[in-house]
Every structure is written in structure tokens, then in C-alpha cells.
């Protein structure tokens, strides 16, 4: 099962930034969490990943608590391609470590 | 940008019978996976694979269901006699790095079981 807890959907204006929350608190000290989207039906798109550092790309930024409970993907302007299904995943240090998805958070960028 | 590409986009067949679905992964990565999505439900781990081997397999990759890396570029998921329940996107990922390194999904197969 995900290791993980985010809200089952969230809106935001076109625009504005999208904070997207997600609670790991079983989270181990070599685990990294990962964000992926997916939009309608297409395959996971790979976002963003941190270990306990704040992280900020060309997609977004990904801040994560002092004590790697919570994080918080953040696209700073949000636009109507955004909307998509936003996964948090915590990367499993097993043989594979493959990701395992949860329901994700269903975001909505509003005109 | 390099990317994971997968045939086909979409096949039909007819219950019972055999299917290839066939993903080129990123040159240089050397693990891969496949996952599969029923419509309207979660991304699901099937099988991972590393050094010409499976390293984790799910309860759902059942005998039904084999991999392959036949000729270094190719990496194929066989279903022996599909079923109705094995309609859905299946999508193929690949990584260059395990631990850290981020995995990248293909745009995905959709089969459909008649």
C-alpha cells in the first residue's frame, strides 16, 4: 500500500501558485518522495523527488518539514495543463524500488 | 529528450488469445518496469527487471504474464490467454539509476479484451 496521504482533489485559479500537501509520516531516513502527474490517460510524468532538502526545478518546487512527515508540491503559476492527477510517493528502499501509486490528489486549474 | 516509447497504442483481441505489448526503454537505463491501470482505478505495479532478470514481481504478474529483453533495446510484457479483467493501459517505465534515480513512463499500451 502508498505510503502516503494527500487530499482526494483540490482547484486553483489559473494563474496563482497550487500547493499540493502530502503526509508520510512512517516515512524511513533513506526514503526520497517523489511527485508524479498524470494527465488524463497518458503515462506518469515524473515531477519532482527529494530526500530531506527543499528542491526546485523548471516544473515546480517540493518542500519538505524538518521532520519529512509532510511536503508540499508547489507549481508556482499554475495553468490549465496543469490539471492532472498529482501523486506523492515514498520510494521504497526495497530490491526493485519500484514506485508505488496511491489516488493522488485530482488538481484543477480553473480560467 | 529521450523518452520510453511503447507499441502498440492500442491492440483489441479476443478473450483467450495471446498478446505482445512492446516498450523501447531509454538507451542507457538499465532497469524496467511494467505497470498496469484499469480504467478509473490506481497505477499498479507489475514486474520489475534488472540484468536480464525479474527482480520483484506483484501478486497480479501471475504465470498468465512473462517479460522479456529479447535483443538489449526491446523489453516486452507477454499475457498468455487474456481475459476480460486484463483490459487497461499497460505502461511501460525505465530508470538509470535505482535508488535514487527518477523513473520514466512511456505514453502506455491500451488493450482491450473482447
Known amino acids: 500500500d502508498a505510503k502516503t496521504t494527500q487530499p482526494p482533489s483540490m482547484d486553483c485559479a489559473e494563474g496563482r501558485a497550487a500547493n499540493l500537501p502530502c503526509n508520510h509520516s512512517?516515512?524511513?531516513?533513506?526514503?526520497?518522495v517523489y511527485w508524479y502527474r498524470q494527465i488524463h490517460s497518458q503515462g506518469p510524468q515524473y515531477i519532482i523527488h527529494g530526500l530531506k532538502n527543499n528542491e526546485t526545478n523548471e516544473m515546480a518546487s517540493l518542500i519538505i518539514t524538518e521532520d519529512r512527515k509532510s511536503s508540499t508540491l508547489i507549481l508556482p503559476h499554475a495553468t490549465l495543463r496543469d490539471t492532472a492527477v498529482y501523486y506523492c510517493?515514498?520510494?521504497?528502499?526495497?530490491?526493485?524500488?519500484?514506485?508505488?501509486f496511491g489516488s493522488g490528489t485530482r488538481l484543477l486549474v480553473r480560467p | 529528450e529521450p523518452e520510453v516509447t511503447q507499441t502498440p497504442s492500442h491492440q483489441v483481441t479476443q478473450m483467450g488469445q495471446e498478446v505482445i505489448l512492446r516498450c523501447v526503454p531509454i538507451?542507457?537505463?538499465?532497469?524496467f518496469y511494467w505497470y498496469r491501470q484499469i480504467l478509473g482505478q490506481k497505477v499498479e505495479f507489475l514486474v520489475s527487471f534488472y540484468n536480464n532478470e525479474i527482480s520483484e514481481k506483484s501478486e497480479i504478474f501471475d504465470d498468465q504474464f512473462s517479460v522479456e529483453r529479447p535483443d538489449g533495446s526491446n523489453f516486452t510484457l507477454k499475457i498468455r490467454s487474456t481475459k476480460l479483467e486484463d483490459s487497461a493501459m499497460y505502461f511501460c517505465?525505465?530508470?538509470?539509476?535505482?535508488?535514487?534515480?527518477?523513473?520514466?513512463f512511456g505514453e502506455g499500451s491500451r488493450l482491450t479484451v473482447l
Open positions: 517505465a525505465s530508470c538509470r539509476i535505482m535508488n535514487t534515480g527518477e523513473l520514466f
Open positions: 538507451s542507457n537505463h538499465l532497469y
Open positions: 512512517t516515512i524511513s531516513g533513506n526514503e526520497y
Open positions: 510517493i515514498v520510494r521504497g528502499m526495497d530490491s526493485s524500488y519500484k514506485l508505488i
